[in-house]
């Protein structure tokens, strides 16, 4: 079952605009991550953010993390057409080995 | 190697068939995580290893499919009798972390695709 869930599960944007992604999570976390995925592509890192975090930049990317809420946005700025993929949250759940489970993805689509 | 390798990229097997999907990890990380992905959905988790040892096969849907790692490296997963809803990609990943010794960022491999006729 997935841990995390997206929203929206899809948007479309021109190239140039800004773009929010939003995930749900269900437990106790030790780190949330985001990952892109690229179709017929295997999933590739973005970026990290630690439970005792509330905000990490990354170039273009903007990670908050609401531990209250269970809850994290991502935002990418400046979109490129480049930028259209699908945006996984992927949660490491507190103790123990740290398995990390993914959320159901938003696809996003930058139009140019 | 320089990135995660899986193969077959794309396998048809008949339904009933057995089918090996092989994934040959970074070289040194110790962690490797198998998951299942059907068509826009996220990635679900089926089993991980640390080194050789299975340590999580919770989410292995049915006694039908098998993981191993026998010498801490390339690992393989067995679907044993096929079946048409086992039809998806299922995506390799590893990790150079320690169970507890730090986040688990993980290293995508492509994929195999499975699709069960």
Redesign the interface.
């Known amino acids: ?2 841990q ?1 869930e997206e929203d929206p599960q899809a948007l479309s944007i021109q190239e140039g605009e800004n773009a929010t992604m939003n995930c749900s999570y269900k437990t106790s976390i ?2 949330l ?1 985001w ?1 892109r995925q690229n179709s017929g ?5 973005l970026i ?1 953010i ?1 439970s005792n975090e509330r905000e990490k930049h990354s170039g273009r990317l903007r990670v908050t993390l609401d531990t209250s809420k269970k809850s994290s946005s991502l935002l990418i700025t400046a979109s490129r057409a480049a930028d259209t993929a699908s945006y ?1 949250c ?1 949660t ?1 759940l507190s103790g ?10 938003t696809k996003l689509q930058v139009i140019p | 190697g320089a990135g995660v390798s899986q193969s077959p990229r794309y396998k048809v097997a008949k339904r009933g068939q057995d089918v090996a999907l092989r994934c040959d990890p970074i070289s040194g990380h110790v962690s490797l995580f198998w998951y299942q992905q059907a068509l826009g959905q996220g990635p679900e988790f089926l089993t991980y290893f640390q080194n050789e040892a299975q340590l999580d096969k919770s989410g292995l849907p049915s006694d039908r499919f098998f993981a191993e790692r026998p010498e801490g490296s390339v690992s393989t997963l067995k679907i044993q009798r096929t079946q048409q809803e086992d039809s998806a990609v299922y995506l390799c990943a590893s990790s150079l972390a320690l169970a507890g010794a730090g986040a688990n960022v993980l290293t995508f491999g492509a994929g195999s695709r499975l699709t069960v006729l």
Do not use: E, I, P
Not at chain 1, 96 to 105: A, D, L, M, N, S
């Open positions: 079952s997935q995390g030790n780190n991550q990952y592509r295997g999933l590739v890192h990290l630690r996984f992927a490491a123990g080995y740290q398995k990390v489970t993914f959320g159901t993805g």
